[in-house]
């Protein structure tokens, strides 16, 4: 196969350095972003008179056609062509004759490959930001029908004090928010124009940025051809939004993976979303969610690949960028997957009630409720923390619980308590008193769940 940039040599590429160099066996999916931002060239080419206009038409037609064969699998990349451009350029050329040498007119492969992976990175950014919003929508229907059940919150994963269910559930969807926000903000740095930076100083041609700015739907045109085709941040921004975004699927991940299990029993994951094993009978495992948690590490991974690719790097291109493709690919394929999985198994997640109400009555989740009491009766808050440390540890030698105790036992610790303290220690009152903005009182959850509402819209 003829090298497009074959002129200035004598000697044919060694073959190990033809596979060892060539991109085409994973920048292939690119194709379909090269022919669009080739188009959206050749058509300004012909606008501005820089090539024929007949030339442009011929080119913006024998570019469909292409695209046409890739998506019906039948356009067959040549890895002796190197990447992508080059087999669709040559391509081109073989399809419609010499109009197909005019579309790399006032380009270089440097900024194009900047505009395709640009273009690829803000079709991935869209396209998380609805999985997201999937996933959120099924965090909030999960919330919604579980307004009743209360668990113990824990810290340290102790038992700390009673929660709604759904208050937990919607924690996640605020942080899957965040996650949003933090691809809709580097959207706006993706979605900047590279072409016409040419191979690093710009070009001599009248060429017009703004027109291909205009037909490929970027904000602005980048301002310096040095920077726009050496510039990678946004891949790294990419990646590094995918890292927490995954970071938040692992803990979700992880917290079914113990919910599940037979120590907690909180909760049952459908059929569909566990598996069984090969020699233990009873086994349902929760395989989806763990592979979630585990794949947290490659995408981790992915980032500080491509972090450790650019640094040092002098300005302008460099062949070691191309190394910057298989880290993002992979890092946008696991995020998207485990965001798609994880939205599915949540409505298939049964909640066991009973097994969660009998933990939120253990590990003595009331003790912050009777140190309130005291307080509410006139007692520095310091004084109630240490005499109800001393009721906990009254009840942890006795193998008694808070509630079960009589006024009397609780009037031994402090003259204080009165008959209306047993009310106030049922998972449901402690629950309902904490209303602060932001608590987990039904009211307010009930509120939070009509503002996510409000968000997913
Ligand atoms: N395949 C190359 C890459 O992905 C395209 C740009 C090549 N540019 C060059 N000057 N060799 O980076």
Redesign the pocket.
């Known amino acids: 196969m003829k090298k497009l940039w074959g002129g200035r040599f004598e000697g044919a590429t060694d073959k190990l350095v033809e596979s060892f160099s060539e ?1 085409v066996s994973f ?1 292939a999916r690119l194709a379909p972003w090269d022919i669009r931002g080739s188009i959206a060239h050749a058509r300004m080419l012909g606008a501005q008179g820089i090539i024929r206009a007949a030339d442009a038409k011929k080119i913006i037609a024998g570019l469909k056609v292409i695209a046409k064969e890739i998506e019906d699998g039948t356009f067959v990349f040549d890895p002796a062509l ?2 992508v ?1 080059m087999n669709i350029e040559s391509a081109l050329t073989e399809r419609i004759g010499d109009a197909g040498k005019r579309l790399h007119t006032g380009r270089s ?2 900024d194009q ?1 900047a505009l395709d992976v640009r273009l690829w990175t803000r079709d991935q950014v869209d396209a998380v930001g609805d999985e997201l919003r999937d996933l959120q929508r099924a965090l909030a229907d999960f919330a919604e029908a579980h307004m009743d059940v209360i668990l113990p919150g824990m810290t340290h994963l102790q038992h700390a004090q009673p929660v709604l269910l759904a208050h937990h559930y919607l924690a996640y969807f605020e942080m899957f928010g965040r996650d949003r926000e933090r691809f809709a903000e580097l959207r706006k740095r993706v979605n900047v124009l590279p072409l016409g930076s040419a191979a690093l100083a710009g070009t001599t041609y009248p060429i017009d940025r703004d027109q291909v700015a205009k037909e490929l739907g970027f904000d602005a045109v980048s301002r310096n051809s040095m920077d726009a085709v050496s510039d990678r941040d946004y891949l790294i921004e990419f990646c590094s939004a995918a890292s927490i975004a995954m970071m938040h699927l692992s803990r979700l991940s992880e917290e079914l993976v113990l919910w599940s299990s037979s120590a907690f029993g909180y909760v049952e994951i459908g059929d569909a979303f566990t598996t069984g094993s090969s020699i233990m009978p009873q086994k349902k495992n929760p395989d989806v969610a763990e592979l979630v948690r585990g794949k947290v590490g490659r995408v981790y991974g992915d980032l500080t690949a491509l972090l450790t690719l650019m640094k040092g790097l002098p300005l302008t ?1 460099n ?1 070691d ?2 190394e910057d ?1 298989e880290p993002v690919f992979d890092a946008a394929d696991t995020l998207r997957v485990c965001l798609r999985v994880v939205a599915r198994m949540i409505p298939s997640i049964r909640v066991n009630r009973k097994r969660m109400a009998a933990a939120a009555s253990e590990g003595f989740l009331e003790a912050t409720d009777v140190a309130d009491y005291l307080v509410g009766k006139g007692l520095p808050f310091r004084e109630a923390h240490e005499i109800t440390g001393k009721l906990v540890l009254y009840c942890a030698k006795n193998q008694r619980r808070l509630p079960e105790l009589s006024l009397d036992e609780f009037r031994s610790f402090s003259g204080l308590f009165g008959s209306d303290l047993r009310a106030q220690l049922t998972p449901q009152s402690i629950v309902s008193r904490r209303n602060t903005f932001g608590g987990t009182a039904p009211s307010r959850v009930r509120h939070a769940l009509r503002q996510a509402r409000r968000a997913l819209k």
Do not use: A, L
């Open positions: 991109s920048d190197e990447d451009h492969r440097n490959v291109y062949r960028m191309q493709k």
